[in-house]
Each structure stands twice: as C-alpha cells, then as structure tokens.
C-alpha cells in the first residue's frame, strides 16, 4: 500500500478544496493522483466534531462521509490489531487516542502523514508532511 494518509483537518481541506494552509509539497502530493488515505477514526472524529456542532454539514454527516470518500478517491483504512498496539507504543507522544490512531496508521502502513497539528508535526517518529 503506497500513498498518503491524510489528518482528519487535511480531508476537511481536501473535501471542501480549501487546502491553503498546506505546504506547496503537500499541495503537490495530493495533486499527484497516488492513493489518498484516511485512518477510520477520522470518520468517528468528524463525526463527534458535527455532534459537538464544531463542524456543520448542510447534509447528514454519514451522507457527507460517503460522498467525499467517493468524490475525492479516497480510502479508509479499517483499525486493525497492529495499529492498536501501535497506537499505545508512541513512546513521548501526547494522549490524543484519535491521534495516536492516526499516527499508528502512518507508521504500521510506511506511508507519510499529511497534517499541519504541531503536536503531531513535533513527533519525530512519524514521517510527516505539512
């Protein structure tokens, strides 16, 4: 599996073409038509952001999912047993779970993390772009 794995923010971004705030690198990554990835938390996380109404859709959230998913070729990649453990062996990183999650995701699978949190971006065992 090669590709990019996107940061929840980052699909927001990339959904809604508002992917400004990225780096020329990231901009041109996404460009570049390889495989886009999200971890599956990113739905729960988008989803406990529309439910705390930090976020708003002007259709269902599980309807808005689906249609960037499939509108924007992007994969979810399901949790699995590796990225659990993973997820608890992020010696330094902060308490996050989603974050950790996602930063699992990027180490289990080899491929870089799109992002631009500065508490991801600060952990150095985790290959990211910004």
Not at 23 to 36: H, I, N, T, V, Y
Not at 75 to 82: A, G, T
Request: charged fraction near 25%; aromatic fraction near 6%.
């Amino acid at each position: 599996m090669r590709g990019i794995l996107l940061d929840t923010h980052v699909w927001v971004w990339v959904s809604t073409e508002n992917n400004k705030a990225l780096s020329r690198r990231a901009r041109d990554l996404l460009k570049e038509g390889g495989q886009k990835w999200i971890s599956a938390i990113s739905c729960w996380e988008l989803a406990k952001l529309a439910e705390k109404q930090r976020i708003t859709f002007s259709i269902p959230v599980l309807t808005w999912i689906r249609r960037s998913l499939n509108e924007y070729s992007i994969n979810v990649v399901d949790l699995s047993p590796e990225i659990a453990v993973e997820s608890t062996q992020l010696k330094g990183f902060h308490g996050d779970p989603a974050d950790q999650i996602i930063v699992a995701t990027s180490r289990v699978l080899g491929i870089p993390l799109v992002t631009s949190n500065k508490r991801i971006l600060g952990f150095k065992d985790v290959e990211t772009v910004c």
